[in-house]
């Protein structure tokens, strides 16, 4: 009753990998905030310029499962000053039928990352063309990495582009993805030469103005944009809302803090449009992409199901794995419970 | 850098007290409200109805305190059913500067518990008379004892009643403290006679409805409401606003969730009346109680910066204790960091 498991990056890692069933999972969570009395409550955040940080706390109940997540995470944009990341991050795991504490995962962001892409790959099944086998990468971080592997577990992926602002850091980033996913991975010198031909771009940097575009697009490609998760963030050229269809992961979240909230800032358009969510088209109630020929556009800010359904799978594998370890909260944290 | 103290409540119940340097620690949070640029988001809530289940996160960012804290308050009102507490919790402490977790106090709501009786100290000891000597506590709980405890901290207290719903659970109550405190504290059978000729009146519980008439006020008397806490508590009858000089917590804060909220919805005082905050009066930048014969009410709905200010306090403690565990999380979490 006042134990709780607690597992490290480091327990995490090997037991919870971007594979298939994470993406079930983040898919599943994604149908039941179309489907289900899902209660998401606003991001809280705390900025704190003085430091150039900031922290955002995400939850969701999803009903039906055992735990709903709350979620901290920090971004502190001096930190690579002093030899340290930018991000962190701790995930707690609740009984949704006690409020208990069941689990703390002391992952630094490790399960973000992996949801993060999980929602680049359900974005992908659901609004790209199913012979997407060409894919270009906007942005050479972590989740340039992740996004691109996660395509490959939903698409026929047989080649890849990257292009980051860092032509260096592109290049190692290709380079290691070339070796890792077996499949000619090129950096490249554009964008929009990374963009021509891809039938899927995935856009992946903390860009504050557009990395990618309107005229770029290509009949038939889907574009993830999953940079933008703050007012200030911009990766997506307005005007590309004149060529796509649209779909937001939290459309209410996407007015305020997406790419969805450049084009109603640019007039291109109006705040109260009501857009699909991913949730409904993988539900089926509203639909995606219709046409082979037609731009698809998904606008991921990262939501609070996300965090439950990964951290409700993170803790199934944890005790099928007897990873982590116990505390009693009325015992001693030095003492082995 | 990837290590974090990790305290349980068993941990902390020995080195952290409710004493006059908790108090004086909450005292300086309410302070710097008012004189600094704090930053004290609204609070995030989850509402779990199925299972009659409730969480609040709160945070705040006090300048000159190393950590800020973020703390997770579940409430699950069928757990006592379960054999279980209601209210539990925990309270993780992130480094101002890095935005990286100094510390975990997995500690039940225990510090919640000393840092709310804290808050009711500084309310008295700004607010009552100095010469206040008889208490009134109406509740029975965790609270109601704490609460008396925090008032001998500031007051010359030297006699209380207690009066409860339960009229047996304020008959242990008033035993227990009696011979703990070492003063007579009385059950009474009604509230109106605990409050006759009372100096301070702490309200202490989770009522729906007034149970402090207005009629029963007396000149000179101090009241402290905090049971309010969400929108469906009240505890002060509204037409007491029109005898007392009122005091917030947070002004924003109870204009929502506390006795104030009542008040206001009964349109005895206008929606945006200009109210102190505990924080002016302990800074002098505006007037508590200015007479002996004044009437005072104190607000508390409950205040991240307090959460901050004993977070950090407990740190302090913890680290001079050598108490707590490290967790590196870039280890196994079996592992002895």
Not at 215 to 243: C, Y
């Amino acid at each position: 009753m006042s134990r709780m498991l607690v597992l490290t990056e480091t327990d995490l890692r090997p037991i919870l990998r971007l594979d298939t069933s994470a993406v079930d999972c983040v898919e599943a969570a994604f149908a039941a905030l179309a489907t289900k009395p899902v209660a998401m409550p606003p991001i809280l955040r705390l900025d704190i310029p003085e430091h150039r940080g900031e922290v955002d706390v995400k939850t969701a109940y999803v009903p039906g499962l055992d735990g709903f997540a709350i979620k901290i995470s920090p971004g502190f944009f001096d930190n690579p000053l002093l030899g340290l990341p930018s991000l962190n991050g701790l995930i707690v795991l609740l009984s949704t039928h006690t409020g208990l504490v069941d689990a703390l995962f002391l992952d630094n962001g490790y399960l973000t990352d992996v949801r993060t892409a999980a929602a680049g790959a359900v974005a992908a099944r659901h609004l790209s063309r199913p012979d997407s086998s060409v894919a270009a990468i906007l942005g050479a971080g972590v989740q340039a990495r992740l996004q691109l592997e996660a395509l490959t577990l939903v698409r026929p992926i047989r080649e890849a582009r990257i292009w980051a602002r860092d032509p260096a850091k592109a290049a190692a980033t290709a380079d290691d993805l070339s070796a890792h996913l077996g499949f000619p991975v090129a950096a490249m010198a554009a964008p929009e030469a990374a963009l021509r031909g891809a039938d899927i771009v995935v856009t992946t940097t903390p860009s504050e103005r557009p990395v990618l575009e309107a005229a770029w697009l290509e009949p038939g490609q889907h574009v993830t944009a999953m940079g933008a998760d703050s007012e200030h963030k911009n990766e997506i050229d307005p005007a590309a809302f004149t060529r796509v269809t649209y779909i937001a992961d939290r459309l209410s979240q996407t007015r305020r803090l997406g790419e969805l909230h450049h084009a109603i800032a640019a007039g291109i358009v109006s705040e109260d449009k009501n857009f699909a969510e991913l949730g409904e088209v993988i539900a089926g109630t509203r639909p995606g992409r219709v046409r082979p020929d037609e731009i698809t556009l998904a606008d991921l800010t990262g939501t609070g199901v996300q965090d439950t359904a990964i951290a409700n799978l993170a803790l199934a594998r944890a005790r099928a794995a007897g990873a982590g370890r116990a505390i009693d909260t009325k015992a001693a944290a030095g003492d082995i419970a």
